[in-house]
């Protein structure tokens, strides 16, 4: 549903001041500046967050489009970024887990035919990056251009990529894909804290410290907003400061990339994406397939739609990502879903005498995606896109097996924990958060969030809401006597998705 934006007048003259005044749309060139950040949930004064200090972003927003129904399709930083970078789910591209250090997933090098870099590139876009990366085979997801700056720095970054942005010696339209590391959890405890059980320090640094042209912002426990899926401790509101600490840190990184697009007569040529590979990294966000895991941002201006500081409700989801952007550089074929002018996969490979012995396609050939372009959503923020979307977790880190699928819609959502005797994995950060160790101290019967600290951990098979009356999943229903039809069709629906998305876990329904 289309609705005015919340502006108030600070926003509107913070706005002026970064983006300056409208130009006519006859200037716009169509390039792409794709922001994705880690583990940040939609904790932006745009998206209502009263703690968040945010200015950047929300002034993009005002300018733009806010999507209030975004969502990843695994809470996991790998998995997400491959959907990200392909348009197919994890468990299709191959890439079910983290690909760093053992873990070692990989996607099937096939999926150059639909990876992002390689399809802006064949439509006629440089491309680069800078950031966290975290896929593979490189040779898959390849850009032309690697910028290197520290990536928990993030007005460094832009500024290393300034060159890149304003290149003119080359005339075809960038493509930019800017990572930061914030609000990732690292870099320590913050030792100053004066709880037996220390808050991550979410990348910043210790003692107060800032990065270079950063202005820190400092938040007080008192005043985070503590999310319903998070017991609301002194440990949680602690860390919450940390993680919203991290986020301010990132918005200034926005803001200088703004200021540098401005600067370069660039502002009103380049699509603006904003949004996070997964939820914040709480047990209870990060790995699950809870809303706090799967709801992420996206906050979209593009410089060729007149409607702005707008709203859509529409269902959306990563896999739309790549089919998307693809569609807003010319070089989607929407017929058949796929890029128009698509790499000849087996030639490329024999070409380079790479992975010519290997199993490079699961099976079965990549010759579309999963997702589709949401750009008539920009034009008409009242459209629909997606009538269901479908979350698909397998692993994260290796040690990490608890396969989840997924269905929601604006009614029902249900979860079916295929791995559901099995005690729920740990990402190892998230183990030995402070928030989460204060409660598992107390006991199983402690409360955590809208669970207990065992409920957490033990799981039953299938975990349905009533989404629509019950946003924060505080009531299973799938015992629930008046909603075993509901019941039985989701899990048809489920499978079906399964069906459609050739998830090899489909055949669990049958022999297990």
């Not at 959306?316 to 569609?327: A, F, N, R, V, W």
């Not at 490329?348 to 589709?372: I, L, S, T």
Request: with cysteine; glycine share 6%.
């Amino acid at each position: 549903m289309k609705r005015p934006f919340w502006l108030c007048a600070t926003l509107l003259v913070l706005f002026f001041s970064i983006a300056g005044e409208f130009h006519p749309l006859s200037a716009a060139e169509r390039n792409v500046l794709f922001i994705i950040t880690d583990d940040e949930s939609p904790t932006l004064g745009c998206y209502g967050d009263k703690a968040a200090v945010t200015p950047a972003i929300d002034a993009v927003a005002a300018d733009g489009l806010i999507f209030r129904n975004a969502f990843a399709t695994t809470a996991s930083c790998s998995a997400s970024r491959s959907v990200v970078m392909s348009g197919l789910h994890n468990h299709r591209n191959g890439q079910f887990g983290h690909e760093h250090h053992y873990h070692k997933f990989a996607s099937f090098h096939d999926v150059a035919r639909l990876a992002l870099p390689r399809v802006m590139e064949r439509a006629g876009y440089r491309t680069g990056r800078i950031g966290k990366y975290h896929v593979a085979p490189e040779s898959v997801y390849h850009y032309e251009t690697v910028l290197n700056a520290n990536s928990r720095s993030p007005v460094e970054m832009a500024e290393t990529s300034r060159a890149f942005l304003t290149e003119t010696d080359d005339d075809r339209p960038f493509f930019f894909y800017f990572a930061t590391s914030d609000p990732h959890r690292g870099g320590g405890i913050d030792k100053t804290s004066k709880s037996e059980l220390k808050p991550d320090l979410f990348g910043n640094k210790p003692n107060r410290k800032s990065y270079p042209e950063i202005e820190e912002v400092f938040f007080n426990p008192e005043d985070v907003i503590v999310p319903a899926f998070l017991p609301d401790t002194p440990e949680t509101r602690e860390e919450l400061a940390q993680y919203y600490q991290s986020c301010a840190r990132v918005d200034q990184g926005v803001a200088r990339l703004i200021k540098i697009l401005k600067d370069a007569e660039l502002f009103d040529k380049t699509m603006i994406v904003f949004t996070a590979d997964h939820g914040m990294a709480f047990a209870g966000g990060k790995t699950t397939v809870y809303e706090g895991g799967l709801r992420v941002p996206m906050v979209v201006r593009d410089p060729y739609q007149f409607q702005r500081g707008v709203e859509s409700d529409a269902l959306i989801s990563h896999i739309d990502i790549t089919p998307t952007l693809l569609d807003f550089a010319g070089g989607l074929d929407t017929e058949a879903n796929a890029p128009k002018n698509p790499l000849n996969v087996k030639k490329f490979w024999n070409e380079r005498d790479e992975a010519v012995a290997e199993n490079r396609n699961g099976g079965m050939p990549f010759d579309q995606y999963h997702g589709k372009s949401w750009m008539h959503c920009l034009a008409n923020p009242d459209d629909d896109h997606h009538e269901q979307i479908f979350a698909s977790h397998t692993f994260h880190e290796i040690q990490m097996y608890y396969p989840m699928r997924v269905i929601r819609d604006a009614k029902y959502k249900l979860i079916w924990n295929i791995a559901h005797p099995l005690p729920y994995p740990f990402a190892s950060d998230l183990w030995s958060a402070s928030s989460w160790q204060a409660q598992l101290a107390k006991g199983q019967d402690a409360p955590y969030g809208n669970k207990t600290v065992g409920e957490y951990v033990h799981r039953p098979e299938f975990e349905l809401f009533d989404i629509a009356r019950d946003p924060d999943e505080t009531t299973n229903l799938a015992t629930s006597p008046g909603h075993q039809d509901i019941l039985e069709l989701y899990q048809a629906k489920l499978k079906k998705m399964q069906q459609d998305y050739d998830d090899p876990w489909v055949m669990k329904w049958d022999y297990e």
